[in-house]
């Protein structure tokens, strides 16, 4: 038999954002529920060492959303190992689905729902997903060492990511569909600077060539967008670093979004265009897209709601 609980703030998502509205929720006695989603702590549970992060010269990514967890479980927050499946905004108290059977009602909600990393959408790439291909080098770098390793993008991840990659790999290929890279120029420099990294322009990736047994990436093949030219380029590893892409399927139908899916919020604020819904972190982000704005954002957002519910109740 599913369970049904209101709760007057339903934070869902976890992460830097969610964390940190549950905090501050907590404080405000508003006796917040926080649903963590498919991935508890979100992208910063698949990185490494963070450097800046106010208040820690170096942590690593999974203890500092520990630490997040911690103190917002510490002030109150009641944080739910379950998946928001369906959200209905139409009226409130708003009403939202978890994976578990539990039936969620709110007074108001925050979203925090994060950004996930895009995909080309290859066979190939899915059929060796775990296998050779990855969209985080911090995560898998270290399974290469030694070896050549290709990155496809153009932008600020691709350039971190090939930077970051040659600690291990012998030879980078990073690949890239222009002759040119949109990635900050001080990372632009680094990248040049590397004798291990070649970049092959005007270049877009056709196909990941492997093995099945045992299971793995021996090379890929690109095609010159200009000749059509198509080139093999042997490799043990390939790094999709293409950019992210926020996780608004739940409100994408219900709420304005705008920036290919980010929930638009009013500027200055977290308020979305449904009353009483809130956004914060990468969902809402497409221009930081950091830890500690995100952990902000998630601070407004709790402000934001409780304002809200204060208007409603008075």
């Known amino acids: 038999m599913s369970d049904t609980r209101h709760t007057r703030v339903l934070i869902i998502g976890s992460g830097p954002a969610g ?21 508890p702590g979100g992208q910063l549970t698949t990185t490494t060492d963070v450097e800046n992060y106010p208040g820690f010269t170096e942590v ?3 203890d500092l959303m520990i630490k997040m967890q911690e103190h917002a479980a510490a002030m109150g927050c009641d944080i739910v190992g379950d998946i928001i499946t369906e959200l209905d905004t139409s009226s409130r108290p708003f009403v ?7 039936t969620y009602t709110a007074d108001a909600v925050i979203l925090c729902t994060g950004a996930r990393a895009k995909w080309l959408g290859l066979e190939t790439e899915e059929a060796f997903k775990g296998f050779g291909v990855s969209a985080c080098a911090t995560c898998d770098g270290f399974f290469y060492r030694g070896q050549e390793i290709v990155v496809v993008g153009g932008g600020n991840t691709a350039v971190e990511e090939a930077l970051f990659l040659t600690n291990f790999a012998s030879k980078v290929t990073l690949i890239h569909r222009r002759d040119e890279l949109r990635a900050e120029k001080i990372l632009q420099d680094r990248l040049f600077k590397n004798p291990k990294i070649e970049t092959m322009w005007f270049n ?7 093995t099945d047994n045992p299971k793995g990436v021996e090379a890929v093949r690109v095609r010159n967008v200009k000749t059509d030219e198509i080139t093999e380029i042997p490799c043990k590893g390939v790094f999709i670093a293409i950019g992210h892409a926020p996780a608004s399927e739940l409100v994408k139908d219900t709420l304005e979004t705008h920036n290919g899916g980010y929930v638009k919020v009013e500027p200055g604020s977290t308020r979305t265009s449904i009353p009483g819904v809130f956004a914060a972190g990468d969902l809402t ?19 934001d709601a409780e304002k809200f519910l204060a208007e409603q109740e008075g």
Do not use: F
Not at 204 to 210: D, Y
């Open 285 to 303: 982000d497409h221009i930081y897209r950091q830890a500690v704005t995100s952990a902000g954002m998630g601070c407004m957002a709790a402000l």
């Open 96 to 102: 939202a689905k978890g994976d578990s059977g539990t």
């Open 204 to 210: 877009t990736l056709e196909e990941v060539v492997g």
């Open 19 to 39: 964390y940190t509205a549950g905090v501050y929720a907590s404080r405000a006695m508003l006796e917040p529920i926080l649903v963590q989603g498919i991935e």
């Open 60 to 62: 690593q990514g999974p």
